[in-house]
């Protein structure tokens, strides 16, 4: 661990990197779950990050959730702010306006699964692990949005089911049923996500729009469609208004390849 952090962080070529490092499986603790969260308000206050990747540093292991050892002896009421904190951390994963990539580098099961879940895209290592909610085998349930998150993703009867069962599925039958977006060769699987993730950083793609879709789509999800739509209007609006609108119409009509700067 990087002077001992537990979450480490650098910005590539417009991506910042964000890598759990807790051995031996990344299990989460407060400590954790802070580090994580200034991550990614740094992120977020970096004009000059235009997409994030998070991914896992502990090999075969994306995150195993909690740290079980660490909230046996606590008192509830330090379980409820644990939860709550969890909440609100993955709640800034999904209000900033910049694309989030999750990479599965390894197991993501438990609170390793929510946190991935939080993300805007995940990609997985082939044959590389496993994900699943298994709380339901400590005689508790997901805390860290599982419950919520995952029948938006993967639909009701499998959520239900998935949670009910907390069984662990590999990552081809995730891919299957939408919960992971794409399987990567493991030779570099890092650096294909990131060459991935370059497709979204300015001037390649319009950074600043990219960021209006995320908050359509995840915010417009909870509304009416009526309401939707009037969101819909609103954040279309907004591209219209910047620069980078003007630049891609302005391109367009000159037949030429729009240069965006994110704003």
Avoid: W
């Amino acid at each position: 661990m990087a002077d001992g952090k537990m979450v480490e962080y650098r910005v590539d070529k417009g991506t910042a990197l964000i890598e759990l490092n807790r051995p031996p499986v990344n299990s989460y603790t407060h400590e954790l779950l802070r580090e994580l969260d200034e991550a990614l308000l740094q992120a977020r206050f970096d004009d000059a990050v235009h997409v994030l990747v998070i991914t896992g540093k502990v090999e075969k292991f994306f995150s195993a959730g909690a740290d079980i050892n660490m909230l046996a002896n606590k008192p509830l009421s330090y379980k409820n702010n644990f939860a709550l904190h969890g909440h609100e951390v993955l709640m800034r994963m999904e209000n900033t306006p910049k694309l989030i990539i999750a990479a599965l580098n390894g197991h993501a099961v438990g609170g390793g699964l929510e946190i991935a879940m939080a993300a805007d895209i995940r990609i997985a290592k082939k044959e590389g692990g496993r994900v699943g909610l298994a709380e339901i085998n400590l005689g508790v349930m997901p805390g860290m949005g599982g419950t919520q998150r995952l029948p938006r993703i993967v639909g009701k009867a499998r959520a239900l089911e998935l949670c009910a069962t907390g069984k662990t599925i590999a990552f081809e039958e995730a891919q299957e049923m939408g919960l992971v977006n794409a399987i990567y060769e493991k030779d570099n699987f890092l650096g294909q996500v990131m060459e991935y993730a370059q497709q979204f950083v300015t001037p390649n793609k319009a950074s600043l729009a990219v960021g209006k879709v995320k908050r359509a789509i995840q915010t417009g999800l909870e509304l009416s469609l009526p309401d939707g739509l009037a969101l819909e209007r609103e954040v279309l609006a907004q591209t219209f208004g910047s620069e980078d609108g003007s630049e891609g119409v302005k391109a367009y009509l000159e037949k030429r390849t729009a240069q965006f700067k994110g704003r």
